[in-house]
């Protein structure tokens, strides 16, 4: 058994005392040991601050982007090794691997490409391009330019159980070609692979001291020092999310907090759909209620069709769902593996009940029990996929605000566009809405209604059903993150994800003065 250790002011150290035995999901055999006490936390921020911070400022944003494109390339030649370690610590099919471990190593890549193109500066100034400025005054002397700096602080991710690659990297990849050092705080109960991806990424020699630092086990005190120049980026569960935005520090500080927490996203499907969208749809709704055993944020939860197809969805999807082998993630055959720990599948079962409670049924799966491949008794966290069905879908309002963190999904009637929108907003605000549609109209009457509600809207149709990538993938070029009860949170979108630690600010004055200061001329 490994003992995950943190790596924290240019050391691996490792907590005190008995700390938290990690389980293997599949057999339930112990794995690794972590622990976090007695780890100085004060001492990483102020490394991070004081060390990390001044060396990354010190790089272009071309020199920042060659590091991620170093540690990219150290990523991808230990990528073996993540998928392995993905699919042991985490219950992970080597297809649900792949998206976590590829899915960081693309993120880090993107970025360095990024990153490659926007030059010697270390900074961005706004209208630097041969623009003016802003003019304030009669003479165009006295202007302003608009700059967006690194702040001077440290970046702490927070990270959820479910992507501790991905999640990691994603989230790294944007602060670094930032200029901003990192503290990265994978779930504990999945640190094992973000583990692994620290010693790969500290061993390819690409960081400078200080920029990176990692946390495995609870974050003890760590939130507790950060101040008006530092960030907090934090992924998990609304639950989670309130009790960190109301640290004394935070509010007192202004902490920078963004947040990507619960969404209960929804797809779609008009009436009257070509038959390359109507299989695209079915497609897209089996992989995203199956993907890492629906242990995804981007997860389709609720269904919605035409009530005329109501029977028909249902049949095609559970004739689908019933294809799914569920076991051992090792097994090539295996297309679905175990939810992450007995606690997450205590809580699928309990979720389950809920929306059974508020007015659904169950129309496939069993919530209690299921077929697993390659299962040695009763051992493993094994969950089916279960599709339920709720045919007053006004009335079930569970299914709106519930999130079931599980392979899930609820099959709903809707009558109209106006109805359609109105039962996707009832999810308060969610990562992604899809809509399946080949009507010019019904497709801009949605798309337009749902925007407000979501941080992205993924429209499907015949012209692109062989073409595009399925709604649950986020990709580094849009953003991710969304209103209300998904936290609010923005991230990635290209340089847009950047903003969140830079600090904009308005230079005001003579204008030869400033460009000179600015190196404009
Ligand atoms: P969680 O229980 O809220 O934990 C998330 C992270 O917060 C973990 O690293 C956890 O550390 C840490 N944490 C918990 N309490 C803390 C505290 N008092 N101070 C500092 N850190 C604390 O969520 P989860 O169970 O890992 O993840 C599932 C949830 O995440 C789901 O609701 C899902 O929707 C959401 N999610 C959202 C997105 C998105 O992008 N919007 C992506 C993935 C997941 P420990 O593990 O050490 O307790």
């Known amino acids: 058994m490994i003992t995950l250790k943190s790596y924290l002011a240019g050391k691996w150290q490792a907590g005190a005392g008995e700390g938290s035995t990690l389980l293997d999901p599949t057999t339930e055999e112990p794995l690794a040991r972590v622990s976090s006490e007695g780890l100085d936390f004060a001492a990483a921020v102020a490394y991070g601050r004081d060390v990390g911070g001044p060396a990354l400022r010190a790089m272009s944003f071309v020199e920042r982007a060659a590091m991620l494109g170093k540690l990219a390339g150290a990523l991808r030649e230990a990528r073996e090794m993540l998928l392995d370690e993905s699919i042991k610590s985490g219950g992970t099919t080597r297809s649900d691997a792949k998206f976590d471990v590829d899915g960081a190593t693309g993120t880090i890549a993107y970025y360095a490409d990024l990153?490659?193109?926007?030059?010697?500066?270390?900074?961005?100034?706004?209208?630097?391009?041969?623009?003016?400025?802003?003019?304030?005054?009669?003479?165009?002397?006295?202007?302003?330019?608009?700059?967006?700096?690194?702040?001077?602080?440290?970046?702490?991710?927070?990270?959820?159980?479910?992507?501790?690659?991905?999640?990691?990297?994603?989230?790294?990849?944007?602060?670094?070609?930032?200029?901003?050092?990192?503290?990265?705080?994978?779930?504990?109960?999945?640190?094992?692979?973000?583990?692994?991806?620290?010693?790969?990424?500290?061993?390819?020699?690409?960081?400078?001291?200080?920029?990176?630092?990692?946390?495995?086990?609870?974050?003890?005190?760590?939130?507790?020092?950060?101040?008006?120049?530092?960030?907090?980026?934090?992924?998990?569960?609304?639950?989670?999310?309130?009790?960190?935005?109301?640290?004394?520090?935070?509010?007192?500080?202004?902490?920078?907090?963004n947040v990507e927490a619960d969404s209960l996203n929804a797809a779609v499907l008009a009436p009257d759909v070509d038959d390359d969208t109507y299989q695209m749809f079915l497609r897209d709704v089996v992989k995203e209620v199956t993907q890492k055993t629906g242990q995804k944020c981007t997860a389709t939860r609720r269904v919605l069709v035409p009530a005329d197809d109501l029977d028909r969805v249902e049949q095609d999807l559970a004739e689908r769902l019933q294809r799914i082998v569920v076991g051992d993630p090792s097994d090539s055959d295996v297309r679905m593996g175990p939810l992450v720990n007995r606690a997450q599948l205590a809580e699928a079962r309990a979720g389950v009940d809920k929306l059974v409670s508020a007015g659904a049924r169950v129309v496939y799966g069993d919530p209690n029990q299921v077929e697993a491949r390659g299962r040695s008794g009763d051992q493993g966290y094994f969950f089916g996929p279960v599709l339920l069905r709720a045919d007053a879908p006004d009335e079930a309002i569970a299914v709106h605000a519930h999130e079931v963190f599980g392979p899930v999904a609820t099959l709903m009637p809707y009558e109209g566009a106006e109805q359609a929108a109105k039962l996707v907003a009832m999810g308060g605000g969610g990562l992604v809405a899809s809509v399946y549609s080949d009507d010019a109209e019904l497709t801009k009457a949605l798309t337009l209604e749902l925007a407000p509600y979501h941080g992205r809207v993924f429209v499907g149709s015949k012209k692109v059903a062989d073409v595009a990538t399925p709604p649950g993938m986020v990709l580094p070029s849009c953003v991710h993150g969304g209103p209300g009860r998904a936290g609010g949170g923005e991230e990635l979108g290209g340089t847009r994800g950047?903003?969140?630690?830079?600090?904009?600010?308005?230079?005001?004055?003579?204008?030869?003065?400033?460009?000179?200061?600015?190196?404009?001329?």
């Open 115 to 257: 990153g490659s193109k926007l030059g010697d500066r270390g900074f961005f100034v706004e209208g630097a391009d041969g623009e003016q400025g802003e003019k304030l005054a009669r003479s165009p002397r006295f202007c302003g330019y608009h700059v967006r700096v690194p702040l001077r602080g440290v970046a702490v991710h927070v990270n959820a159980f479910n992507f501790p690659a991905w999640g990691m990297a994603e989230k790294a990849a944007v602060a670094l070609l930032a200029g901003v050092p990192v503290i990265s705080k994978p779930a504990t109960s999945t640190a094992a692979l973000a583990f692994r991806l620290m010693e790969v990424l500290v061993a390819s020699g690409a960081l400078p001291d200080g920029a990176w630092q990692l946390v495995c086990g609870s974050a003890g005190d760590l939130l507790t020092h950060l101040g008006g120049q530092d960030v907090l980026a934090f992924t998990g569960s609304a639950a989670t999310a309130r009790a960190l935005r109301a640290l004394p520090n935070v509010i007192e500080h202004s902490v920078r907090v």
């Open 498 to 521: 950047l903003d969140l630690y830079l600090q904009r600010s308005a230079l005001q004055g003579d204008r030869a003065v400033l460009e000179r200061a600015l190196g404009l001329r």
